[in-house]
């Protein structure tokens, strides 16, 4: 077993990432002093995965205006237009609009206009949402294993694991607990073209917690789910509409059907922070399409034809008929899906 990896850190003034587009090969902290540093961060997916992307916004927000002199409406404006670059960056996973927004609000709300104390205000709650994260995923996970039995096999789709997150992860948060919890279970990770978090990042931390993970490719999901191999799978998203449809990692609808075929329960991961009552229906979530060397140039050479068509979404959306389960922080919600993840934030209301 070796020491877990630390996606995110604030450290001596800056924000430390684990550059993860160079793994499995190199472990790589790279700091992040500007908000310009971290915009590029998020963008070619040195940090990537819904709440680490919110966690990194939170604090290239801060890095944004921390240096600025003036007056309060100078530096309210600054921040409201630091906060529309960076909402720029990646359009699908609403954490990053959640975190940048959630800044925004604390500097609104504050009983002061001094501007050094309205930056300290902004760091803490930087570092809030970067704290609470770990705790949302282990109750995800506290969540997921009532759910789950000892001695099962599991399927998990991209990398919704603690690299994706400050700790723990959200799909993988249950796997993290059992293994503590000694018990004896299976987890298969698909591979996830184009851009292969499956294999770089998800096969990697898991292996690295001695936990029992075996990779396949993508397409070799249904022969492994037909051999029983598997009693559940479990993803993350990078937003829930009100209605329950997910949009994650381009491959989990495909997951999500072939479980539906055979019989196996398909859970969604989901922090409250990744669900955005105001998008009514996954129709309105933004779908990210990436550059189209991530599909033909993957693996260090070309492997299609240089002007070859290319579509490379980024996310599908899952549709919530799907899904057999949501499983917040909060509780495990179940269709009626637009009900249901109503009433979870209105007794949140009103506590
Ligand atoms: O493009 P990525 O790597 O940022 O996509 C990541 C995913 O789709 C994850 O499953 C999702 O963000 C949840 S991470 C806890």
């Known amino acids: 077993m070796n020491e877990a990896l630390n996606s995110i850190e604030w450290k001596n003034d800056a924000l430390v990432l684990l550059d993860q587009t160079t793994l499995p090969n190199e472990i790589r902290y790279e700091e992040n002093h500007t908000i310009e540093d971290v915009w590029d961060s998020i963008v070619v997916m040195k940090v990537r995965g ?9 604090y290239g927000l801060y890095l944004g205006v921390r240096c600025h002199e003036g007056d309060y409406e100078s530096f309210m404006s600054l921040l409201k237009a630091k906060r529309d670059y960076l909402a720029g960056s990646r359009p699908t996973a609403v954490n990053l609009f959640w975190a940048i927004d959630r800044l925004v609000q604390k500097a609104v709300d504050a009983d002061t206009k001094d501007i050094e104390m309205l930056k300290a205000l902004l760091l803490e709650e930087a570092q809030l949402i970067h704290k609470e994260d770990e705790e949302i995923n282990r109750m995800i996970g506290e969540n997921l294993l ?7 096999g599991f399927l998990t789709h991209c990398n919704a694991g603690a690299l994706a997150t400050a700790k723990y992860g959200t799909a993988t948060a249950p796997f993290y607990l059992a293994k503590e919890r000694g018990w004896n279970f299976k987890v298969y990770a ?3 073209r184009p851009r292969l978090q499956g294999s770089t990042l998800t096969a990697l931390e898991l292996q690295r917690a001695g936990i029992d993970v075996t990779l396949i490719t993508d397409n070799m999901a249904a022969m492994v789910m037909s051999q029983g191999k598997v009693q559940a ?3 993350g998203c990078d937003r829930v509409a009100a209605n329950g449809d997910t949009a994650n990692k381009i491959g989990t609808m495909g997951v999500a059907i072939l479980a539906k075929h055979f019989g196996i329960p398909f859970y969604v991961a989901a922090p409250t922070p990744t669900i955005d009552l105001a998008t009514p229906t996954g129709a309105e979530i933004p779908i990210e399409e990436r550059d189209t060397e991530e599909v033909t140039n ?8 240089k002007d070859v068509q290319v579509y490379n979404p980024a996310f599908d959306v899952t549709p919530a008929d799907l899904i057999t389960a949501i499983v917040t922080e909060k509780g495990i919600v179940y ?3 637009e009900e249901n993840l109503k009433k979870l934030f209105a007794e949140d209301a009103q506590h």
């Open 146 to 152: 009532t759910l789950l039995e000892d001695g099962q």
């Open 233 to 235: 799978a479990i993803v």
């Open 50 to 58: 819904a709440p680490a992307i919110g966690v990194a916004a939170a």
């Open 190 to 192: 698909d591979e996830t």
């Open 298 to 305: 993957r693996f260090g050479q070309w492997s299609a034809p």
């Open 335 to 337: 269709a009626p899906f």
